[in-house]
């Protein structure tokens, strides 16, 4: 079957402006994850959605950051006026964890964000 | 707060080498442990999961273990192939859904 997709592949900004970046996870999978993977460092964690709710919004770097999931499957971050240092691969991840504890997530190719 | 390391930061050796990738944690209390393969512009595969429970998982030419005691994991890879090149990252749970992720491992292999 099909695994996570996401969308733009990579998307090249003006300090200032909005972007959206798109995760389509694994048909079925109620749990969606955002991390951001910073030149030279780790994956940082985002946010999480148990369907269409964020338990926890606490790696959001700022309130420019926000995300959505409608219908229990699509997601968008949203990055508004961005900064150079929102430059970043956006990895988006699912799995069918129904409400607690860890299990394998399955992660999309990412989204490469350049802010000029 | 939980934190990961990966040591080598990169790692080039001759194909056919049998080589170990370390991670460490400074939490003990862990849920599972996680290693994954990220080529680049790719996402991350995950590879082998270890249950807090476990001491050790095997795929392959693959062989994680797990000594949560000492916030130690290794990665064995055994009998190493140019196609293993990639970064190796190692993660954490604490029991949530949340994964703290390590650095990464650059590994090269040449043919």
């Known amino acids: 079957g099909a695994g996570v997709s996401q969308s733009p592949s990579n998307k090249v900004t003006e300090k200032g402006k909005d972007v959206e970046l798109r995760c389509d996870p694994i048909?079925?999978?109620?749990?969606l994850y955002w991390y951001r993977q910073s030149l030279g460092q780790g994956l940082e964690f985002l946010i999480y959605?148990?369907?269409?709710?964020?338990?926890?919004k606490s790696g959001l770097p700022s309130d420019r950051f926000s995300a959505e999931r409608t219908g229990g499957s699509v997601s968008t971050l949203t990055i508004q006026r961005t900064q150079q240092e929102d430059s970043a691969v956006y990895l988006c991840?699912?799995?069918?964890?129904?409400?607690?504890?860890?299990?394998?997530?399955?992660f999309g190719p990412g989204t490469r964000l350049t802010v000029l | 707060k939980q934190e990961v390391t990966q040591i080598p930061a990169a790692l080039s050796v001759p194909e056919g080498e049998n080589l170990v990738l370390n991670c460490s944690f400074t939490d003990s209390a862990i849920y599972n442990l996680q290693w994954f393969r990220q080529d680049p512009g790719k996402g991350l595969t995950s590879l082998l999961l270890i249950q807090s429970s476990q001491r050790e998982q095997t795929s392959g030419r693959l062989n994680a273990s797990l000594d949560k005691s000492s916030g130690r994991s290794t990665l064995y890879i055994a009998a190493s192939q140019p196609g293993d090149s990639a970064t190796y990252l190692c993660?954490?749970?604490?029991?949530?859904?949340?994964?703290?992720f390590g650095t990464g491992t650059r590994l090269k292999v040449l043919a």
């Open positions: 991840a699912s799995n069918s964890l129904a409400g607690g504890g860890t299990d394998t997530q399955y």
């Open positions: 993660a954490v749970s604490s029991g949530t859904y949340k994964y703290i």
């Open positions: 959605f148990q369907g269409n709710s964020a338990p926890d």
């Open positions: 048909s079925g999978h109620t749990a």
